[in-house]
């Protein structure tokens, strides 16, 4: 990304009626998405903070402004502000009652429906929303979307990256994210995982950015994904197929070598744990070798993965800096040169 990209943008002040309606037309023409927002979080705990932020909006306290993205079809992805705009439509939708009222308190118990002439107060009411229009590179709204979300309600990378490059290669990340190996990564032999932020969809497109184009890697893992996820809204079916086809493959090599309680941990290790720096290896090397191959030679192959995971070399290079380019391209190549061996 350009350091001097200047944002285009458009600034409007929406009242409550028209953000309602927009939301609720179809197609919609303002989406808050539950694909990809958090759940709802403001109900937690009964509604007194939800009712608070009507509170406020009746007394005409200034309101944060929301930031909302435009898509090919100039509806406006939300951004930041989904929690406050969610909570409009539900009260006038009549869905709770307000409480711990403190300014009006004659409000307490009633529903938009009760409360009279603060009704048209409430739809009049504006809020100040900042559109990214669509001609603004992706990558740039990914990193503004991920900087707005650094609160108590934060959106994983992946989570961002769903809402910004929808697409069939969107889709078949979550499609083999659902494989097992890749669902349950990191969770034990229980496979009692907690992948609740897309982990799994960001462990398969990891995969598929540094096989592409691992020279382009420049210590930014976040950017270097999100430019690949730019990249992929441009893929047809048939580069979606052999992409799947080529992971499926690669998988599958690696179970010909290891079994299942092994994949992707130090083998060495009675109590094995899985990381990404073995994912990374087996998954980028194993494929492109036969399978029949690797059967034949599987004693070897295991046996070379073991003495790699035992090297001092290795261990330094997995000690701190997981990320950087010299660190991967020097793990890559000690694993190349015992695998070449291994397999001749």
Not at 23 to 42: H, N, V
Not at 102 to 107: D, I, R
Not at 142 to 155: D, H, Q, T
Not at 166 to 176: A, N, S, V
């Amino acid at each position: 990304m350009k350091d001097d990209v200047i944002l285009s943008l458009q600034t409007v002040d929406y009242p409550f009626e028209t953000l309602v309606q927009r939301a609720k037309s179809t197609p919609p023409k303002l989406i808050l998405d539950p694909e990809f927002q958090r759940k709802y979080k403001w109900d937690k705990d009964g509604w007194e903070r939800a009712s608070k932020f009507i509170e406020s909006c009746l007394m005409r306290i200034p309101l944060p402004s929301c930031y909302f993205a435009e898509n090919e079809k100039k509806s406006h992805l939300v951004i930041d502000g989904v929690q406050r705009i969610t909570t409009i439509i539900r009260f006038m939708d009549d869905e709770f009652a307000l409480e711990g009222m403190t300014a009006l308190k004659g409000l307490e118990g009633k529903k938009f429906s009760e409360i009279g002439t603060w009704a048209a107060e409430l739809e009049t009411t504006t809020i100040r929303c900042i559109v990214l229009r669509n001609e603004n590179p992706k990558e740039l709204i990914a990193e503004i979307f991920s900087r707005l979300n650094k609160g108590a309600v934060e959106l994983s990378d992946q989570e961002i990256r769903h809402a910004l490059f929808p697409g069939e290669f969107d889709k078949l990340l979550t499609e083999l994210s659902q494989v097992n190996e890749i669902r349950n990564f990191k969770a034990g032999r229980s496979g009692q995982a907690n992948n609740d932020s897309r982990e799994s969809e960001e462990l398969v497109l990891r995969y598929f950015a540094f096989k592409d184009s691992p020279m382009t890697y420049n210590d930014n893992l976040s950017r270097y994904l999100d430019a690949y996820m730019d990249k992929s809204t441009k893929f047809d079916a048939h580069h979606i197929a052999d992409l799947k086809h080529d992971f499926q493959n690669s998988l599958s090599a690696c179970k010909v070598v290891f079994d299942e309680h092994e994949i992707f941990a130090d083998i060495n290790k009675e109590r094995r744990r899985q990381g990404i720096v073995y994912y990374d290896l087996l998954m980028g090397s194993l494929g492109e070798i036969p399978h029949a191959t690797l059967s034949e030679k599987r004693d070897k192959v295991r046996a070379a993965f073991s003495e790699l995971c035992a090297s001092e070399d290795f261990r330094r290079l997995t000690a701190g800096g997981l990320q950087r380019k010299t660190s991967i391209t020097r793990r890559n190549t000690l694993w190349d040169e015992k695998l070449k061996a291994a397999i001749v």
